[in-house]
């Protein structure tokens, strides 16, 4: 054989993309050998890239990662935004969540007390060629949820922890680096307060769908208008609020799909976080509501919510004391509290959008990609207008807006 071989689910990877994969593995010590590539999802399971695992044999077994495949499609890149969020992930892969690591092991933190991220075997960010090759963490026994069942408690105060820590970790490092934390933060490109006049026209349709859809006209006035406040203040903020005191590096897209868990038989013993192409500087509530009002349902928020509150907050309180902080001084619970009101009007409003693509099916969501290829993004149409959906999408989307604009009333947030 003269190199490596490739074969199997190569739609949708460039030449430039195989090569630098080949790149990767031939620095490994791979050489000579086929490699098996595996598309990773359904439609719907992933939104941004093209998702495959790579699977090499080699002398111990073998070898697999996950690559995350950039479209080409120039119709795609500019509705996803596609080269800033690669850019991100790079970024936070690269440099942000490194420098994270090295902060842990200078306080000396205990392995299994660690933040927990894929690792990174290498990262292209040549347009329109991006790919990014990560750990494949099924093979330490990670797996996905269903994203259409809301996640249990005990999977929320795991992921919690995870924010606490990683929350924690930008908080030290603003304290103790102030220098090191303004380079890293500025370097993250904000998606949502750079939305187009396309984008404008595109949401203004989903929330005309949005409000039709839901009953009552005490959540017909609400859903009303949330979009267009929440891109508002998504703008006031990177303008105004930038460097604030309480704002960390956030993670940015944490709905079900972007968790995985590895359980011991029924027992659940951690999860890790697997996306940051949206992350940048921001409020850690936003981190938490995006989490929470994405991946449970009205039923298990009214059960548990405040007491995830509670839990986040003592966690974080725990890890910062690590690090030789006092939460009083970093990020008092009555900070916490004053955030939690104060964005949670643009977090409902970006809940209502991710609502509308969140509840698709896997048929719907390629039939979706398939427009996107096809359309140029202000001609693209919502997928928001009744007569649009299939019943099962509109009785999900339905449920969970419902859902949404009720919890976001039991607790007084809006």
Not at 89 to 110: F, G, N, S
Request: glycine residues 6%.
């Amino acid at each position: 054989m003269g190199g490596l071989t490739f074969e199997g689910a190569l739609k949708n990877i460039s030449h430039i993309q195989l090569e630098f994969i080949k790149e990767v593995l031939e620095k490994r010590g791979y050489n000579d050998r086929v490699v098996h590539v595996e598309a990773v999802g359904a439609a719907g399971d992933n939104f941004i890239a093209n998702v495959k695992r790579i699977t090499v044999d080699g002398e111990n077994g073998p070898f697999k990662m996950i690559a995350k495949i950039a479209p080409q499609n120039e119709n795609v890149r500019m509705a996803t935004q596609t080269q800033v969020l690669f850019g991100n992930e790079h970024h936070m892969y690269t440099v942000v969540l490194p420098k994270y690591q090295q902060l842990e092991e200078e306080a000396e933190i205990p392995n299994d007390d660690r933040f927990r991220f894929a690792e990174c075997y290498g990262s292209s960010t040549q347009v329109p060629h991006e790919v990014i090759l990560l750990e494949d963490l099924q093979v330490p026994g990670f797996k996905m949820l269903d994203r259409f069942t809301s996640l249990s408690d005990e999977c929320i105060r795991s992921t919690l922890k995870n924010f606490a820590k990683f929350h924690a970790l930008s908080f030290t490092l603003k304290n103790k680096q102030p220098e090191t934390f303004n380079s890293l933060k500025s370097k993250l490109f904000d998606m949502w307060s750079h939305m187009d006049s396309s984008a404008d026209i595109y949401f203004g349709k989903l929330e005309a769908g949005a409000e039709q859809l839901v009953d009552g006209e005490e959540r017909k006035n609400i859903i009303r208008g949330a979009i267009g406040k929440a891109l508002s203040m998504a703008r006031k903020i990177a303008q105004v609020e930038s460097g604030s005191k309480y704002f960390v590096i956030q993670q940015g897209d944490s709905w079900t799909n972007n968790i995985m868990f590895r359980y011991d038989g029924e027992n659940l013993v951690e999860s890790v976080l697997i996306d940051y192409q949206i992350s940048k500087e921001t409020s850690p509530v936003c981190d938490i509501q995006y989490m929470i009002f994405n991946c449970t349902d009205h039923k298990t928020r009214l059960k548990y919510f405040n007491e995830w509150l509670d839990y986040y907050h003592a966690e974080l309180e725990k890890r910062l004391t690590n690090f030789g902080l006092k939460i009083v001084n970093v990020y008092p619970r009555e900070q916490f509290d004053v955030d939690m009101k104060k964005y949670s009007g643009m977090m409902l409003g970006l809940s209502t959008i991710l609502a509308s693509v969140l509840t698709m099916n896997s048929e719907d969501a390629g039939k979706m990609k398939e427009t996107m290829e096809s359309t140029s993004p202000d001609e693209l149409p919502a997928n928001n207008e009744v007569e649009d959906y299939n019943v099962e999408h509109t009785i999900k989307f339905k449920t969970r807006l419902e859902g949404l604009i009720d919890s976001y009333l039991e607790f007084n947030l809006i």
